[in-house]
């Protein structure tokens, strides 16, 4: 699935490049513009170079699989969440006259959701998984902050926030049905 899902991501920028980044421009979310509302829906598709696409490549595959193994409803539901949260968010506080794209939506909420989900679900591995995350890829959390030109922190942040939630929602749901293995 997480293949699949970045073989996708693949086809559409060589379907980008091929329309001379068309999709880019009008899929992006363009914040706090009317016209700029569907990029919600399309931007975390849409990268602006080829690098672009493959900075994102291996921590959408890990995070993707990670998030993956709870199941496909599962993955879709944190990916919705992210991917929904993330757009509004920079839509609503993205500076003018910009354009965002690109999956790091994804791969910052996939991981906010691994790191936090064990505190929720008080599951001791899901636990211990986001510990050996949070020392392996801890720092891609700096990238919430600004300071990188032409980055944009506000995707990686509410990203970020909808991989919050979405480990708060799921895991109170995991530890009301009493999935909570290993915890005290």
Request: net charge neutral.
């Amino acid at each position: 699935m997480s293949l699949l899902f970045i073989g996708g991501l693949y086809a559409v920028e060589l379907l980008d490049q091929a329309l001379g980044s068309r999709l880019e421009r009008a899929g992006g979310v363009e914040p706090l513009e009317n016209d700029g509302l569907d990029g919600i829906l399309f931007a975390p598709a849409l990268h602006g170079t080829w690098e672009h696409l493959l900075a994102n490549t291996v921590p959408l595959f890990v995070f993707g699989f990670l998030v993956l193994l709870a199941g496909v409803r599962r993955w879709l539901a944190v990916t919705a969440a992210v991917w929904l949260v993330g757009g509004a968010g920079v839509w609503l506080t993205g500076g003018a006259g910009t354009i965002h794209i690109g999956a790091s939506i994804l791969v910052f909420g996939w991981l906010t959701y691994l790191l936090l989900r064990g505190l929720f679900s008080w599951n001791a591995g899901q636990l211990a998984l986001g510990v050996i995350l949070l020392l392996v890829y801890g720092g891609l959390l700096w990238g919430v902050l600004p300071g990188q030109p032409g980055v944009s922190w506000q995707g990686h942040l509410f990203g970020a926030v909808g991989g919050g939630l979405a480990a708060w929602w799921f895991g109170r749901a995991d530890r009301l049905r009493g999935e909570t293995r290993g915890w005290p």
